[in-house]
T-cell receptor, first 112, second 114 residues
Framework: DAGITQSPRHKVTETGTPVTLRCHQT?????MYWYRQDPGHGLRLIHY???????DKGEVSDGYSVSRSKTEDFLLTLESATSSQTSVYFC???????????FGQGTRLTVV | GDSVTQMEGPVTLSEEAFLTINCTYT??????LFWYVQYPGEGLQLLLK?????DKGSNKGFEATYRKETTSFHLEKGSVQVSDSAVYFC?????????????FGKGTLLTVNP
């Protein structure tokens, strides 16, 4: 199994509070991704990174920011959580941009 | 833009039945194609892949053939087991250009009954 750890695995937070999710990899892969999974929508890309300090937006980036200060860590921040951000968040990594991605176990976030 | 369309399901089969989950795609260039599987409460795992036309990916009894003429990558298994119950996702990654992401279908829930 690819070495990907997401933390926390579960979180309940209140509307309006900031939340940070962490993805840590031990594979030294260049590319890292944050997806959210919602019923009826499959997986949607939030942000991705193609190197340290190199990030770009995905298809559902509003209300989210990311940072990557080290190869192994990719942080996703919800600046002011809303109920619509209740979801399961997955981190993924890939060695190159067109190779398969490996996924973490997911973080279930509930915004109340 | 790139897109993946897969049969919505849910699909319910009896053990040892034949499985087909349809997947078609829209993409420019020459995408790589993937099937991922998600078991309850877990992340996605790569099931199989194909990187060029006419390639057949296979793993754990599952197969899929990259058909460029029909832009399809249908997943098949000859005899399903209860342990195959999961959500299956078809995905593509397009080579060339600035595409840095996988594009996923919406997933197909498979339930196999004893």
């Amino acid at each position: 199994d690819a070495g990907i750890t997401q933390s926390p695995r579960h979180k309940v937070t209140e509307t309006g509070t900031p939340v940070t999710l962490r993805c840590h990899q031990t594979e030294n892969h260049r590319y890292m991704y944050w997806y959210r999974q919602d019923p009826g929508h499959g997986l949607r890309l939030i942000h991705y990174s193609y190197g340290v300090k190199d990030t770009d937006k995905g298809e559902v980036s509003d209300g989210y920011s990311v940072s990557r200060s080290k190869t192994e860590d990719f942080l996703l921040t919800l600046e002011s959580a809303t109920s619509s951000q209740t979801s399961v968040y997955f981190c993924a990594i890939s060695e190159e941009r067109n190779t398969e991605a490996f996924f973490g176990q997911g973080t279930r976030l509930t915004v109340v | 833009g790139d897109s993946v369309t897969q049969m919505e399901g849910p699909v319910t089969l009896s053990e040892e039945a034949f499985l087909t989950i349809n997947c078609t795609y829209t993409a420019t260039g020459y995408p790589s194609l993937f099937w991922y599987v998600q078991y309850p409460g877990e992340g996605l795992q790569l099931l199989l892949k194909a990187t060029k036309a006419d390639d057949k990916g296979s793993n754990k009894g599952f197969e899929a053939t990259y058909r460029k003429e029909t832009t399809s990558f249908h997943l098949e298994k000859g005899s399903v087991q209860v342990s195959d119950s999961a959500v299956y996702f078809c995905a593509l990654s397009r080579s060339g250009g600035s595409n840095y992401k996988l594009t996923f279908g919406k997933g197909t829930l498979l339930t196999v009954n004893p």
